[in-house]
């Protein structure tokens, strides 16, 4: 049913709110038959907080971001590959990196002293705050109007795009999560107009977006992106690059792709029949 399809965006249990083995998953994949998995742990290093806490889970343990954990985790990934690839299975390692101003360095600092397949960037806040929990949003929102939150929230994706180290975007709508139900249905089309200097951001350094399912786990209706902004990112060239699931737990993988690879055809290859 997958038989052509990666899932680009899954996090394993070295993310620290997540669950699954590299091995469960790639297990997983094979069963669905899915073609290709690229692991996306967790990397959030803000060189802005000196008492850093950014983490990754290494054998149940809680790590500091350093690179023995990189590398341990990507050891782990490169012998998963060899073992799964006899199964039709394509293992990737990547990370999701949270973009923070000048966490550029340290990540052009990874590229240069490890094989890193996919560097996969998000932005998850403002202002120190986060929009994937209920409680920061709503902390968001009753700070910021609608337009605010946007703007600062495109503002902080397009200075992750101009660093050039990244090559995709994550989940680009993201705000929708609990900020429909805040804002109403005029936040489906609030990035008009904003998202367009985005667009020429990411073509300039040509970085591509991702077409993200978790939001059918979040109970919202359109992909992240929506449709308006898959459409929009279509009519400026740019790049979608990738399908996934954002799955935190193996049963996650590749979630509603039946359906998604309806709107990412740029993805599914043409099999004439
Ligand atoms: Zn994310
Ligand atoms: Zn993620």
């Not at 998202?195 to 073509?203: A, G, P, S, V």
């Amino acid at each position: 049913m997958c038989d052509f399809i990666a899932d680009q965006h899954v996090h394993p249990d070295y993310s620290f709110d997540a669950e699954g083995s590299i091995d469960d998953y790639c297990r997983m994949a094979i069963d669905m038959g899915l073609k290709e998995i690229c692991f996306t742990t967790h990397f959030d290093a803000d060189p802005a907080r000196l008492e850093y806490e950014g983490y990754m889970v290494i054998d149940g343990r809680r790590e500091k971001l350093s690179d023995e954990a990189v590398d341990h985790y990507l050891k782990d990934v490169r012998r998963a590959q060899e073992q799964f690839s006899a199964g039709g299975l394509m293992v990737r390692g990547g990370f999701e990196f949270g973009y923070f101003p000048g966490c550029e360095k340290m990540i052009a600092d990874l590229k240069s002293k490890f094989q890193i397949d996919y560097c996969l960037a998000a932005v998850h806040g403002i202002g120190g705050l986060c929009l994937c929990i209920k409680e920061q949003a709503r902390q968001i929102f009753t700070q910021y109007t609608m337009e605010q939150m946007v703007d600062r929230y495109f503002e902080a994706l397009d200075q992750c795009a101009a660093t050039g180290v990244f090559d995709c975007l994550a989940h680009i709508d993201v705000y929708r999560r609990f900020g429909l139900e805040h804002f109403g249905p005029e936040i489906m089309t609030i990035h008009r107009g904003r998202i367009e200097k985005l667009f020429e951001t990411m073509n300039r350094h040509q970085v591509g977006f991702e077409v993200n399912t978790s939001a059918i786990r979040h109970g919202l209706h359109e992909y992240y992106p929506n449709m308006d902004i898959i459409n929009l990112a279509r009519s400026t060239d740019t790049r979608l690059l990738a399908l996934g699931s954002d799955a935190h737990r193996p049963a996650d993988l590749a979630l509603d792709f039946d359906a998604a690879t309806a709107v990412a055809y740029e993805l599914v290859p043409y099999v004439d029949e």
